[in-house]
Nanobody
Framework: QVQLVESGGGLVQPGGSLTLSCAAS?????????MGWYRQTPGKQRELVAV???????NYEDSVKGRFTISRDDAKNTVYLQMNSLKPEDTAVYYC?????????WGKGTPVTVSS
């Protein structure tokens, strides 16, 4: 089993910043697993925000490019999402994802609300 636990969500004003963390545990080879952040709002499909592959290659959804940064610390089995210049449209529940040998694992999510 692989467990993913997100943290760092909360309420922030437009233009502010938050850093999300995802700690992985269990039977996971973290250093060779692809890690990603997704988000979902009511009535919408869960969408990919950012992904980081072993070796550090990254991809971002267009609306967050230049504002969000995904990174990983393999020694701590943790992936991060640094979010800057937050907009109300970024409000969602953010989910951590791991892809290990083609198997997908999900965290429970952490809510982010961007509002004045």
């Amino acid at each position: 089993q692989v467990q993913l636990v997100e943290s760092g969500g909360g309420l922030v004003q437009p233009g502010g910043s938050l850093t999300l963390s995802c700690a992985a545990s269990g039977t996971i080879f973290f250093s060779i697993s692809a890690m990603g952040w997704y988000r979902q709002t009511p009535g919408k499909q869960r969408e990919l925000v950012a992904v980081i592959i072993k070796g550090g290659s990254t991809n971002y959804e267009d609306s967050v490019k230049g504002r969000f940064t995904i990174s990983r610390d393999d020694a701590k089995n943790t992936v991060y999402l640094q979010m800057n210049s937050l907009k109300p449209e970024d409000t969602a529940v953010y989910y951590c994802n791991a892809n290990q040998f083609g198997a997908l694992y999900w965290g429970k999510g952490t809510p982010v609300t961007v509002s004045s």
